[in-house]
């Protein structure tokens, strides 16, 4: 069976969005932050770690390795997935429909993190790769409506209006849990548990907005096909036409690795403050606000730096900012040492590491705003769903490899050492995107769009 992989509907003109539709998109990045930001970054990484599987003599090494495993089976599930779903939604015009099962999915999930006490490893294992599945599915649906709001020139301050109010949802959330919920210990175990539904439920409520709103552009192709032969011969169609899509090819093989050293960071920056700075938790508290403000600031910037000065140039910038703060990040204790030693002053480590990190929140949300954009500039609107199918690939599989190997790389010479590991990744990265050709990219997005 032959599938047609384009319409006649989808070469037209295409009519962009209102602005209430745009901020019903952004409301998902203003939703989901919640899981990121309690569930993956901050909160229960930390409870997992540290109460639910706890130093077993060895410095968490093994909770650190069970919690990267967790993760990396999550990114290897969406790398075998996303891109046959967005085949799949392109077909169909059903990316809401899908984009709410996954929303659906993250929020039962999640919620059921209530469940996981200390020594419930295999549960807290099991709750985590589901919930993260689902959550990082849905980062992938919600990104392939980003061509369709917009015309290219356009795209950075879209997708970086979404990223910074989804650091603002953060903030919210974190706030909340920092006020009412307490610190992830073992002492206040009960209370901190609350993080789960609490997530679940913001996530739930704050969505809404986008399933009012955001509209279903595509037009479903004809015939009673099933979703296993549209995944299969779209796929195979894509794969014939990559020659077309040179750029957007170096490009996601470049965000393989950039994005590996941001899933790091993700999972174990908050990790890091705990067993390598050993940070008070007035300070890890102040981190939480620091981090979601300044990459709301650097989401919002770089957006307009990126319209202004092109894509391609924005995320180069963004990857070097990227290799400051990580060497600021693991100097960070000697550094403090040694202008103590110097100068004589009374530094405390905890307190540089706050100044890091508004130069890491800078760069998050940079970089992750930047690279969206990026594919958004280089994706025909029909095939945009397959299209950030694949940049769900590279964004997931740039999670199992990075997370994986930073969570063995600790297990031989520690967590603090291991983390220059990501200044290498996004130094590859940069010299793999040199090869990229913005407006050759956005050529061939343009003339596919047109035969």
């Not at 294992?125 to 992938?140: D, K, R, T, W």
């Not at 102040?286 to 300044?294: P, Y």
């Not at 200044?423 to 990265?429: D, I, K, P, Q, S």
Request: hydrophobic fraction near 55%.
């Amino acid at each position: 069976m032959s599938l047609n992989t384009s319409s006649e509907a989808s070469k037209s003109a295409p009519v962009y969005a209102s602005r209430r539709e745009i901020f019903g998109w952004a409301m998902f990045d203003f939703a989901n932050q919640a899981y990121t930001l309690l569930i993956i970054t901050v909160v229960f990484g930390e409870l997992f770690t540290t109460v639910i599987v706890g130093d077993r003599g060895d410095g968490f090494r093994l909770a650190n390795f069970l919690w990267s495993l967790a993760l990396a089976t999550s990114y290897l599930m969406v790398v075998v997935s996303a891109p046959l779903c967005g085949a799949i939604m392109d077909y169909r015009a059903e990316k809401k429909r899908f984009l709410l099962a996954s929303y659906l999915a993250t929020v039962a999930t999640t919620a059921m993190l209530y469940f996981v006490e200390p020594g419930y490893v295999v549960a807290g294992l099991l709750l985590i790769v589901l919930s993260n599945y689902a959550y990082s599915m849905g980062e992938s649906f919600i990104a392939a409506f980003l061509p369709e709001l917009g015309p290219p020139q356009s795209l950075g301050k879209i997708s970086g209006f979404g990223w910074a109010l989804g650091y603002i949802g953060g903030l919210l959330a974190a706030g909340f849990t920092l006020v009412v919920l307490g610190e992830a210990t073992l002492d206040n175990f009960d209370r901190i548990r609350w993080v789960g539904p609490f997530a679940a439920g913001f996530f739930l409520v704050a969505a809404i907005p986008t399933f009012l709103w955001l509209k279903e552009r595509g037009v479903a192709r004809p015939g009673g096909v099933s979703y296993r032969q549209i995944a299969t011969a779209q796929l195979f169609s894509t794969f014939k036409e990559l020659r077309h899509f040179r750029d957007l090819t170096i490009f996601l093989v470049s965000l393989l690795f950039s994005m590996a050293g941001v899933y790091i960071i993700i999972a174990f920056a908050f990790i890091y403050g705990a067993q390598v700075i050993g940070w008070d938790e007035s300070v890890r508290n102040i981190m939480f606000i620091v981090v979601q403000v300044t990459a709301a600031v650097g989401a919002v910037g770089f957006g307009f730096i990126q319209d202004t000065f092109g894509a391609k140039r924005t995320y180069q910038m963004t990857l070097a900012l990227w290799v400051v703060a990580i060497i600021a990040i693991w100097a960070t204790p000697e550094l403090t040492d040694w202008a103590n030693a110097q100068f004589g002053w009374q530094w405390q480590a905890q307190y540089v590491f706050l100044y890091v990190g508004c130069l890491a929140g800078l760069s998050l949300g940079s970089s992750q705003s930047a690279s969206r954009a990026l594919v958004g500039v280089f994706s025909p609107l029909a095939k945009s769903a397959e299209f950030f199918g694949f940049w769900g690939l590279a964004n997931k599989l740039a999670g199992v490899l990075g997370i994986v190997v930073l969570g063995v790389l600790q297990t031989l010479i520690g967590l603090q050492a291991s983390i220059l590991l990501c200044a290498g990744l996004f130094l590859t990265a940069m010299l793999i995107c040199a090869g990229v050709n913005e407006r050759r990219g956005r050529e061939a997005a343009t003339a596919w769009q047109s035969t």
